[in-house]
């Protein structure tokens, strides 16, 4: 049985000028943070970075070091703006190979699409001492280095490749979430919030706001690893709320 | 008129546990990419951090000594959980005062709206020395201090400050870019991408893959400041293309 007490961190990088640029919607930072939780990993943080070398380098090297495992999407493509693999080897200071496992997927993949060319067996290339990961979708895999995982940019493509690490990395508790909403102006139930908070332990309560059809609601998200801390918490804030004079809506508005 | 060879930058801090559990998708990074990209200024990176005090302060102080601008979105609000205006006051090594123009614009806002309460009043508290930035949408108003932008989570809102703040602030030449489309794989063109990067002085181009109905295609987005260059990087990629086989759509697929 998993540690209760031991928490285990993420970190993401997003690479890619298109998501700086304001171009690409990015969708990656949601997905894997849902799939980091269902594996009892919190994504403590993200990062986003440029087609930058220095910039990812540096991006890796503090994220690495302070969490059990970093992740990154983008840049592991054919084309000339595709540094990922090089700039991580230069983090971990180790070369770029050719890895014969990756080589031989690629000329498979390629057997029917026109053949493996100089450009296509770059997608081959990986930092040092690095193992694959699978990809469902097209051809080229990902990597993975020690506690490093290099993931692809196209969402469809990195939900495969997380699918197929699906239950193989160690994690702790998963982080369960309950959702209530009402049609409240949080800056109403404050301090409730507060006091609910501080009187059930192992729960933390966040408050998100919204504005639809000129009203004013708010979400409570209740977080917490004990199902139990969570269904108590989340009844005693139902409850507080509904004496409040206020609607509750379970699983949120 | 601005100088071409002064590049101004940004760096934006998303600040959310809802971000990091995969609960929200984010939307502040688009919007507020896109708009700094009209103002001249362009967004070098971005974090994405928890609601914890030690993690807003390390960003901040990191991000605003080497960018022209920092933004930071969310934790702004009357919850317990909005800890933005403390951690950046932290981060500044300056006191929390309540500013007196928010003061009144929230008691004008909550007059009919059941008066301004004590976790109302939370929400005119800034690092001290701040000015306000005009909040269109709802009560309470964005933060600057410096070369700091304290901006509201939730995205309708914020695009509303950004909306106030246009024209306000100095930047360079905005990055002009074109898009073009075609179904071709990036790995077939990967050494002519390269090539006519290299041939025009001052262009990047990035290479967006995409798989659609079981085909592969490709945008590839031409970026410079000047509209000269663009074109002709745009002109000559387009006639190579074509020259290779390949239609291209203008605009991207």
């Known amino acids: 049985m998993a540690d209760p007490t031991r928490i285990w961190t993420a970190a993401l990088i997003v690479i890619g000028d298109e998501i700086l640029s304001g171009r690409t919607q990015d969708r990656n930072i949601a997905q894997v943070a849902t799939w980091l ?35 990154t999407t983008g840049g592991i493509g054919p084309t000339h703006d595709d540094i990922t693999v090089d700039a991580i080897a230069k983090a971990l200071g180790v070369g770029v190979e050719v890895h014969e496992g990756a080589r031989a997927l690629l000329t498979d993949y390629y057997a029917t699409r026109g053949g493996l060319t100089d450009a296509r067996l770059r997608m081959a290339r990986v930092p040092a001492g690095a193992d694959l990961i699978e990809n469902r979708m097209s051809g080229a895999p990902g990597i993975r280095h020690g506690n490093i995982f290099i993931m692809a940019g196209v969402p469809s493509i990195t939900a495969g490749m997380l699918d197929s690490l699906t239950g193989t990395l160690e994690g702790g508790l998963p982080l369960l979430s309950e959702t209530i909403g009402c049609w409240v102006g949080e800056s109403e ?19 998100y706001p919204f504005f639809r059809e000129g009203r004013t609601g708010a979400n409570f998200v209740i977080r917490a690893t004990d199902p139990v801390v969570l269904n108590a918490c989340t009844a005693d804030l139902t409850a507080a709320l509904e004496r409040g004079g206020w609607a509750v809506t379970a699983g949120g508005i």
Do not use: K, P, T, W
């Open 37 to 71: 939780g269902v594996q009892g990993i919190r994504l403590r943080e993200v990062r986003v970075v440029a087609d930058d070398e220095a910039a990812i380098v540096e991006a890796v090297n503090i994220l690495r070091a302070r969490n059990d495992y970093l992740f």
């Open 189 to 207: 139930i404050a301090d409730l919030l507060a006091s609910m908070e501080r009187s059930h332990e192992g729960c933390q309560i966040g408050s």
